[in-house]
């Protein structure tokens, strides 16, 4: 890849990024779609996230990317919100304008329902679902449940406060769904279809770790973890195990990042291109 002083700059702003398959999966996307652009990793937490966005407002950005544990508090810091961004109360995506406004989106419940609804067969308007996590990922996955008339949705997390503002926010924002239910508590689990995993226990230095005691796992239910490295995280193990039928979150990852470049340069995104680096990463990560 060829860098020069017309080059795009591409920075997602999180951590930890180790095992983050993003930069990878955008550069070859940039590169099939002919875009002199580069995506790289700042590993950074809330803590200096307002010095580099606005480092970010005088350099030769076209945007930037936001994950765990930024998504929320990145808000602050922005000029304009998207309509849907503003009511998720999250963003992942920053659009630097000509003008150099920044710009917020959320491409995560774009991305999240594609993968949910077309690789996972969840028909979210028959469904009852239980989230753990109620984050910048977590808001944005129930936020588009919601949006698309999901018959119910717990959250839990552990962090309460966090939980219970994603809750009051979704049946003030979206519809009446959501229902907040205290950290460690499985007595609503039974009555759900479709179980999430949006904490990011089971990736990072949380491998190996679940949120739920695989006692309370369902055949019946329907298992999604946003993560995607591991490609099988304990949780998404577990209820394999039990013969429950289950999604990591790579076609998430997709179709989130294929709606970014979107935003970011105006054209369509070469979405084959991108599936197929992400797929020969999973291979060598096997390998």
Not at 99 to 112: A, H
Not at 137 to 155: F, V
Not at 245 to 250: R, S
Not at 272 to 284: D, G, P, W
Request: net charge negative; proline share 4%.
């Amino acid at each position: 890849m060829k860098v020069d002083i017309n080059t795009k700059m591409i920075t997602l702003i999180g951590t930890p990024l180790s095992q983050s398959f993003a930069a990878r999966m955008q550069n070859t996307g940039y590169e099939a779609a002919g875009l002199n652009m580069l995506y790289f990793y700042t590993e950074a937490d809330k803590e200096h996230l307002g010095e580099i966005v606005s480092g970010i407002r005088y350099m030769n950005f076209a945007g930037f990317a936001v994950t765990k544990p930024n998504k929320v508090r990145v808000l602050r810091y922005l000029d304009e919100l998207d309509p849907l961004c503003q009511k998720m109360g999250a963003s992942n995506t920053v659009v630097k304008t000509p003008e150099g406004k920044l710009i917020g989106y959320n491409t995560d419940g774009v991305g999240f329902y594609t993968s949910l609804t077309e690789e996972g067969g969840v028909q979210v308007d028959q469904s009852v679902f239980f989230c753990f996590g109620g984050g910048g990922a977590g808001r944005a996955m129930c936020s588009i449940l919601a949006y698309h008339g999901a018959r119910k949705i717990y959250i839990t997390d552990i962090f309460e406060p966090c939980a219970k503002s994603l809750v009051d926010d979704i049946n003030n924002n979206f519809a009446p769904v959501a229902e907040f239910v205290h950290h460690g508590d499985f007595s609503k689990l039974a009555a759900c279809n479709v179980v999430l995993n949006a904490s990011g226990i089971g990736m990072g230095q949380h491998i190996g770790e679940t949120p739920l005691p695989k006692e309370h796992i369902q055949p019946s239910q329907f298992f999604f973890d946003a993560c995607y490295n591991p490609e099988r995280t304990q949780f998404l193990m577990d209820a394999e195990e039990k013969g429950c039928k289950v999604l990591n979150g790579l076609g998430m990852s997709l179709y989130q990042g294929a709606a970014q470049i979107e935003l970011w340069t105006g054209k369509k995104p070469p979405v084959e291109a991108m599936r197929r680096e992400l797929l020969k990463i999973v291979a060598e990560q096997q390998s």
